[in-house]
């Protein structure tokens, strides 16, 4: 379906449902749609109601990017966590397995759990699961796209590992969970790598030497270069009684950007934006009119741009 999320083209949700795990969940937007009666007139919200971490697989959505021939940037799962423990990894599989079937396409992956995304995409020949899933799932919707031509094994043991169409990311709404996450986001094989510092409730230093996270084994340092991090989203929180998002905390994230030569969209300052402790006030209801944004901010890059 057609978006208002800014840095993307389309969103597909094949997986809806999920529970809250950090403090950026506390007002989950999803949480909220899930439960209002625009979507309760669908089944799979109505089993997600809740916000349990009761997931719905919904292949309808899944199959949409296959019939779009203009490419697009796709945000996978804006309803649900990919890699939340609930969702089983044959389901994985089969988005995995559409991703690679649409070369044409941009797909953005964020999680919150980053841990079992590395643990996904760190399994030896994903490529087999892919195409068995593919072969088992997806064929009635492949065969009509592609024709029956189409050598489906060979087509996915020539695919790139990773793939070059897939971005992925996680959550850093405060400098604690930007330590515990981006350290394992980096380790995971991708072609870009992208961090959503939203919705943004204090302050974060991305710099090097602003996090050093223990890991089982050793110690790992991250520091925020282009080669490690591709991309930065920033915003503040939207919806009813929004924590405050201070313009001073978004602006420290673009200079580092900058300073880094890293790409940064600002998505919106949010619908209780914070400037020199006076309200900010804006007319769009979640601080997201670029126009409205302090001249400075006025930034929404994409990687890649030139």
């Known amino acids: 379906m057609s978006t208002n999320i800014e840095w993307a083209d389309e969103t597909i949700n094949p997986i809806v449902g999920c529970s809250r795990i950090s403090p950026g969940c506390q007002k989950c937007y999803a949480a909220t749609a899930a439960a209002s009666p625009r979507l309760q007139q669908f089944p799979q919200y109505q089993a997600v109601s809740i916000w349990d971490g009761t997931v719905e697989f919904v292949k309808s959505q899944l199959i949409k990017p296959l019939y779009w021939k203009k490419p697009k940037r796709i945000f996978v799962c804006s309803m649900a966590d990919l890699f939340h423990a609930n969702v089983p990894e044959e389901w994985i599989h089969q988005v995995m397995a559409v991703v690679a079937l649409s070369p044409q396409h941009t797909f953005q992956i964020l999680t919150k759990r980053p841990e079992r995304m590395k643990e996904y995409f760190s399994q030896q020949s994903l490529w087999i699961k892919w195409y068995e899933a593919a072969k088992e799932n997806l064929w009635d919707a492949i065969s009509e796209e592609f024709g029956e031509?189409?050598?489906?094994?060979?087509?996915?043991?020539?695919?790139?590992?990773?793939?070059?169409?897939?971005?992925?990311?996680?959550?850093?709404?405060?400098?604690?969970?930007?330590?515990?996450?981006?350290?394992?986001?980096?380790?995971?094989?991708?072609s870009v790598r992208f961090l959503s510092c939203e919705p943004l409730l204090e302050e974060i230093d991305l710099r090097?030497?602003?996090?050093?996270?223990?890991?089982?084994?050793?110690?790992?340092?991250?520091?925020?270069?282009?080669?490690?991090?591709?991309?930065?989203?920033?915003?503040?929180?939207?919806?009813?009684?929004?924590?405050?998002?201070?313009?001073?905390?978004?602006?420290?994230?673009?200079?580092?950007?900058?300073?880094?030569?890293?790409?940064?969209?600002?998505?919106?300052?949010?619908?209780?934006?914070?400037?020199?402790?006076?309200?900010?006030?804006?007319?769009?209801?979640?601080?997201?009119?670029?126009?409205?944004?302090?001249?400075?901010?006025?930034?929404?890059?994409?990687?890649?741009?030139?």
């Open 149 to 190: 031509l189409i050598n489906l094994q060979q087509y996915f043991i020539d695919q790139p590992f990773p793939l070059p169409n897939v971005w992925l990311g996680t959550s850093t709404e405060n400098q604690q969970m930007a330590n515990k996450r981006i350290p394992i986001l980096l380790q995971i094989p991708c």
């Open 208 to 306: 090097q030497g602003g996090a050093i996270q223990k890991l089982i084994s050793d110690s790992y340092e991250w520091e925020l270069v282009n080669e490690d991090i591709q991309w930065i989203v920033v915003g503040g929180e939207s919806g009813t009684n929004s924590r405050p998002c201070h313009i001073e905390w978004i602006n420290s994230i673009v200079q580092q950007c900058q300073q880094s030569k890293t790409p940064v969209f600002v998505k919106q300052l949010g619908a209780n934006a914070i400037f020199g402790g006076q309200r900010f006030k804006t007319h769009d209801k979640k601080g997201g009119d670029i126009e409205e944004f302090p001249e400075h901010l006025q930034v929404r890059q994409f990687p890649f741009d030139t």
